[in-house]
């Protein structure tokens, strides 16, 4: 399985932008890239994915390399609410998701 | 909506007891999964459904773990004996192909095995 690299903690200031990366080295060509969150005491939840080309929705962005071996997750102003451990994950199409360590984001008022 | 229902939230039982565990997937979601969460091991995938059928149960630790989705709109994953390391928050998750595969997961079951 194609592996995925990431912090294990950052820090950002409240109301501040937040840039999460992602390496991916060994993506293959029909990799997509997904993440993920975890807040306290839920479940993980989607926020965004995408293939080769930028991604933009409602919760984040998702910067993707020209040679697509990393990837940023931005936050465009964190919230205390944002506090969460955040999982970059390779899916080849519908195949399972397999879950790394993630990076756990603290967000300091 | 209301989303991918879990029960019980909390289960508290005794090593050697029988625990059942269930889960219902959004309407419409032809993929389940049951992952399990500990903070040694974080989230490990057990076994996923595809229409209703088992894919993938390379993850299931023993044989003391089995599932079933016996319709579209419900599964379970049942532990016999429970065992103390079988302590964890136990999630499933469900998925379709119209919503571009994106996962939705329940609140999870935390279970402590005594």
């Known amino acids: 399985d194609a592996k995925t690299t990431q912090p294990n903690s950052m820090e950002s200031n409240e109301e501040e932008p937040v840039h999460l990366p992602c390496n991916h080295s060994t993506i293959s060509g029909t990799d997509y890239i997904h993440w993920y969150r975890q807040l306290p005491s839920q479940g993980p939840e989607y926020v965004i994915h995408g293939l080769t080309s930028n991604v933009n929705n409602r919760m984040a962005s998702l910067a993707i390399a020209e040679d697509r071996k990393s990837s940023t997750l931005i936050l465009h102003r964190a919230t205390l609410r944002d506090a969460a451990v955040y999982y970059c994950i390779l899916r080849w199409r519908d195949d399972k998701i397999i879950f790394g360590k993630g990076t756990r984001l603290h967000i300091l008022p | 909506d209301a989303g991918v229902i879990q029960s019980p939230r909390h289960e508290v039982t005794e090593m050697g007891q029988e625990v059942t565990l269930r889960c219902k997937p959004i309407?419409?979601?032809?993929?389940l999964f049951w992952y399990r969460q500990t903070m040694m091991r974080g989230l490990e995938l057990l076994i996923y459904f595809n229409n209703n059928v088992p894919i993938d149960d390379s993850g299931m630790p023993e044989d003391r773990f089995s599932a079933k989705m016996p319709n579209a709109s419900f599964s379970t994953l049942k532990i016999q004996p429970s065992e103390p390391r079988d302590s964890a928050v136990y999630f499933c998750?469900?998925?379709?192909?119209?919503?571009?595969?994106?996962?939705?997961f329940g609140s999870g079951t935390r279970l402590t095995v005594v």
């Open positions: 309407s419409g979601h032809n993929s």
């Open positions: 998750a469900s998925s379709s192909r119209d919503r571009g595969y994106g996962y939705t």
